[in-house]
């Protein structure tokens, strides 16, 4: 079964430093998300891509981060100059339509600032 | 703003029974909602989509009910096993048009089936 796929599965990162959290979204699927979760805390949602842009973000989605489709099958999250408070697990999600579609997530990549 | 709560926080139960899982949300202008499963440091498994004009949907022995009237949805496992405990949570998609939506969720249901 197709499934998103997530690089790194975790990683360390000293804050102040600039990370980019890889995903692999299921091939037939024209939206890809982000989404985080904070330790202990619900999942939040980052932002929405769709057709090469940002389709909708969160207040949480500030200059500090970005994100691109570099090629056909990677979708890209950059988090500027990490602060210990960005320490969280995201997940990265895709589906094949924005409305009435199952979102399906991948693992997750979690991060920690020290 | 869409507000997600699920009750209760936690529950433990013996092997073989069946059981509810509550999810309830603020906003009524709901898409879909969504319950997914997450089990301990891993990612997020969909386990079934309803869609604002449907009541319920079933997948196996699972079954989801919506009403959206009274912004409640339900989860009802039938002969629980050791290997449905996980912690469950729901998601209500708001839909496109009115500022930043994508999934609201709530912070879950810890669940332990006790063999």
């Known amino acids: 079964e197709p499934e998103v796929t997530q690089t790194p599965s975790h990683q360390v990162t000293q804050m102040g430093q600039e990370v980019i959290l890889r995903c692999v979204p299921i091939?037939?699927?024209?939206?890809f998300y982000w989404y985080r979760q904070i330790l202990g805390q619900k999942v939040e949602f980052l932002v929405s891509?769709?057709?090469?842009?940002?389709?909708?973000k969160s207040e949480i989605f500030d200059d500090q981060f970005s994100v691109e489709r570099p090629d056909g099958s990677n979708f890209t999250l950059k988090i500027r100059s990490t602060k210990l408070e960005d320490s969280a697990m995201y997940f990265c999600?895709?589906?094949?339509?924005?409305?009435?579609?199952?979102?399906?997530f991948g693992e997750g990549s979690w991060l920690t600032v020290v | 703003k869409q507000e997600v709560t699920q009750i209760p926080a936690a529950l433990s139960v013996p092997e073989g029974e069946n059981l509810v899982l509550n999810c309830s949300f603020t906003?009524?202008?709901?898409?879909?909602l969504q319950w997914f499963r997450q089990d301990p440091g891993k990612g997020l498994t969909s386990l079934l989509l309803?869609?604002?004009?449907?009541r319920e949907q079933t997948s196996g022995r699972l079954n989801a009910s919506l009403d959206k009237s009274s912004g409640r949805s339900t989860l009802y496992i039938a002969a629980s096993q050791p290997g449905d405990s996980a912690t469950y949570l729901c998601?209500?998609?708001?839909?496109?048009?009115?500022?930043?939506?994508?999934?609201?969720f709530g912070k879950g249901t810890h669940l332990i089936i006790q063999p």
């Open positions: 906003d009524s202008a709901i898409y879909n």
């Open positions: 891509f769709y057709n090469n842009e940002i389709s909708e």
């Open positions: 999600a895709s589906s094949r339509g924005q409305s009435g579609n199952t979102i399906y």
């Open positions: 998601a209500a998609y708001r839909g496109s048009g009115g500022g930043a939506d994508g999934l609201t």
């Open positions: 091939s037939n699927h024209l939206y």
């Open positions: 309803i869609q604002s004009s449907q």
